[in-house]
Every structure is written in C-alpha cells, then in structure tokens.
C-alpha cells in the first residue's frame, strides 16, 4: 500500500470543507430542516417554507426530457430517444447470475457502509492492476449508490459556503448544481475546439488566480458530453498548475474511462503529487450496464475518504447488498475482452452517426469523441441556435428526444447518446435529417 507522508495527510485535511470538522453529523438537523407554520390544524392549510438553496437547483434536462418521454409512452405514443447514457445491452452473465445467486442466499441486510469488504478488495484490486494505484480497502474506498451519490459527497467534504468550485465547460449538468446545493459557487470554464474541449494549464492557472477561494477542480475524463480523453502529457500539465494550489482538491470522474476507443485513459491519482488531493470517481453503470443497479464508489486518500463516510453515514447508509454482489463478480469474473467487445461495439456505432451527421446540411462535429458514447454536434444554424427549442420542437413533431447542449455548457449543440441499438440509431438520425430539412425549406 502507498504510504502517505505526514505532509500529504495535512494536505488532505486542509481540504475538507468546514463542515465536516463539527461533528460526525456534519450539520445539525435543525439547520438542515425546512421550518414550516400550519395555518389551521382544521383544514391542514400550511405555510411552508423551503430551503432557499433548493430555489437556485435546475433540475437536470436529461432527466426532465426522459421523464416526458417515458409519459408519451405511457400515453401510447411511439418515442426515439437518444437522451439517456444508458447501454442497450444486458450486464454480463456473471453480474447477473450473481445478483441472482445473492438473494437465493438471503444476502439481502445491511453492509457496511462503506461497502462489503468483498468489494471494497475487488476495486483496490483492479485499481491497482489497471492504473497503478494503491488505497487501502479498509479505509480508502466508499462504495456508494451510484457514482452520481459518490460525486455529490465528494463536493459536500470540500465544499461550503464561500467556497467555489471549477468546472471546465462542455459540463455534466449535475456538476454545478451539486456545488449550489453545498452552498458553494460554481465557477465554469470555456474550453474549445481547439483544445479538444479539455481545459488547458494557461486556462486552469488563469482561474485559480481569479479565485483564491476555490477549493475544488472537477475533471471528467472521458467527458460527457464531448467524450474528450484526457492523456497523461494532458494530466501532467494540469497537475503542475495544482502544484501551486495546494488548498484545491480534484475531484476525478472517471465512469467512462473503460469506454476508450483509441489510446488508454490514466487516472489523474497517478500523476505525481496528485494521490492526496485527489477523488476518484468510477461505478459500474456505463462499461457493465449495470444503471438501474445503482452502483459507484470514491476511492481518496483517507482524510477525504472519512469525511465521505461521514456523509455517507447520515445519509443513505450502505448500497444495496445485492447490486455490492454483482459488483464483485463483475471486478472477478468479467474478463478485460469481454468488456472490449463492448467498446468495439460502440466504436461501431460512433462511426455510424458521425458519418451520418456529415450528410445533413448545417450539421457539424468539431472534435469526434475518443470515449463515453456521446456526439455533441454544432446546429446554431437553426433556430437561430436555441437549442432548447429545437429538442422541444423535434420531440412534438418527430418524437425523438434528445437533450439541448446548453444544458451542458454548450449552447447551440444538441447531445446524442449512440448507447442504444443500430437499428434505433438509425431511425433517429433519419427523423433528425428529415426535421432539419423541414426548417431549410
């Protein structure tokens, strides 16, 4: 196991958002709770009032599209949608015979809350094997509901009021409103074409001069929605910016990172001098097609690990025991080609749109993706470039969904996730074509 030096142990300290130093349940529930007034007992009319920092959340347009999609269908009506990353295909044999095999036993209580020890030994293992890194089982990995939960106690141990957060754009939607709803400030930064849309050093370094209270770098890689791949000349870069910020944690989100099609995708951990201010995100939604399953984890040095599992703790305990048993056999028994197949696959599909969106005029994709399974192309051409109402308008006309790239950061771009059938695919790009055409005319 890496052993951390007194001084990287301060470092991950100094990190912690405030909150965390109060208690093991960081925040009393009165501070926390709503407060309310019933105006009449009789008639059970009440006043109430919510938390302020409720009203600053968007909610997230992927998931307000889906929810409207799934409504049509339920109302009878035929959707297309490409606006969900989830695969189309079923969890390996082994995840699911697992699962299967888990609740014959009765294996359904409790866990520990940072996960089985059966699991928490399988992820140090890979993680070890594939990038490199070393964290203790025992107190380095808290396995959580989703890689989503593990991301949101990543910013609720740094974060607080008067903090601020720095996110590179294109931006998975939650980013932000999950340092809104620590009470931090987002800080969002322009990236470009040119650059791959990665943020680069000069970039970093320019922001964290601008904002002394930062406290907290986000980096996805792969990227959704720009499938963009950081590599290690890239992570290198980035990390002697951070050098010089050494109050600035990193909050690595690397759920796609086995979804590569060219080159490998290092772990920002890895990098020199990066292990202790470093959370590294990862689950097993996207490479084993386990969503509903609800499975992620955080593995950080262990002053951030605690904090996490403090978080964790008071909030939803443990993940589910049955979708922990899955997680260990996907870890132990799905093989490395069995998951490569998988990218060849989306590989596959990626060509496919690409060349396909190349056919319709005032269509464009500066910068293919390398990883994850989305196309963010360019149509500011239309709609004099909002792009919500162009989804809202294809949605009513062509019933296909996809999500507004301002959502993400990128206004006038639409994103489409390939992460379902050919045959689907193929139906969407020709309602899309047709749509498009309809507006030229």
Request: proline share 7%; hydrophobic share 40%; glycine share 6%.
């Amino acid at each position: 196991m890496k052993t951390k030096a007194p001084s990287q142990l301060l470092l991950s300290v100094a990190l912690l958002s405030p909150l965390i130093h109060e208690a093991a349940a960081f925040v009393a529930p009165s501070k926390i709770l709503p407060t309310f007034s019933l105006t009449s007992t009789e008639t059970n009319d009440s006043e109430i009032s919510l938390n302020p920092v409720v009203a600053s959340v968007k909610v997230s347009k992927t998931v307000e599209i889906f929810s409207l999609v799934k409504q049509m269908e339920a109302d009878g009506e035929k959707v297309t949608s490409l606006c969900v990353g989830e695969p189309d295909f079923l969890p390996p044999k082994a995840v699911l015979d697992a699962a299967t095999a888990a609740i014959r036993r009765g294996d359904t209580k409790y866990t520990a809350v940072t996960g089985t020890a059966d699991l928490r030994n399988a992820i140090a293992d890979d993680l070890k094997r594939r990038k490199g890194l070393e964290y203790d089982p025992q107190t380095e990995i808290i396995v959580g509901n989703g890689a989503k939960q593990s991301v949101y106690q990543g910013v609720l141990a740094t974060c607080g009021p008067g903090d601020a957060a720095i996110i590179p754009a294109p931006y998975w939607p939650s980013y932000p409103e999950m340092v809104a709803l620590a009470g931090a400030e987002p800080i969002i930064v322009e990236t470009t074409k040119e650059s791959g849309y990665l943020i680069t050093p000069e970039a970093l370094r320019t922001v964290l001069e601008a904002n002394p209270h930062a406290k907290l770098f986000f980096l996805c890689s792969p990227g959704n929605p720009t499938g963009g791949v950081y590599r290690e000349a890239d992570l290198s870069a980035l990390a002697k910016v951070l050098k010089d910020y050494p109050n600035v944690a990193v909050l690595a989100d690397e759920i796609y990172e086995r979804l590569v099609y060219e080159g490998n995708c290092p772990s920002f951990a890895s990098i020199d001098r990066m292990f202790s201010r470093t959370m590294t995100v990862n689950g097993f939604s996207k490479a084993y097609a386990m969503t509903g399953l609800r499975l992620g984890y955080v593995a950080a040095p262990q002053p951030l690990a605690k904090a996490i599992t403090t978080i964790q703790s008071q909030l939803t305990s443990c993940a589910g025991s049955i979708s922990q048993a899955a997680g260990v056999a996907a870890l132990t028994q799905v093989s490395d080609d069995e998951l490569l197949e998988n990218v060849k696959i989306m590989k596959e599909k990626r060509d496919f749109v690409l060349s396909e969106l190349e056919k319709i005029p005032g269509v464009s994709v500066s910068v293919p993706p390398n990883g994850a399974f989305y196309i963010l192309p360019d149509v500011s051409g239309y709609f004099d470039g909002d792009d919500t109402e162009l989804c809202l308008q294809l949605l009513k006309s062509k019933k296909l969904a996809l999500v507004p790239g301002s959502s993400f950061g990128a206004p006038g771009t639409i994103r489409l996730s390939y992460a379902t059938s050919m045959e689907e695919l193929k139906i969407a790009i020709e309602k899309l074509a047709d749509f498009l055409g309809e507006q030229s005319t």
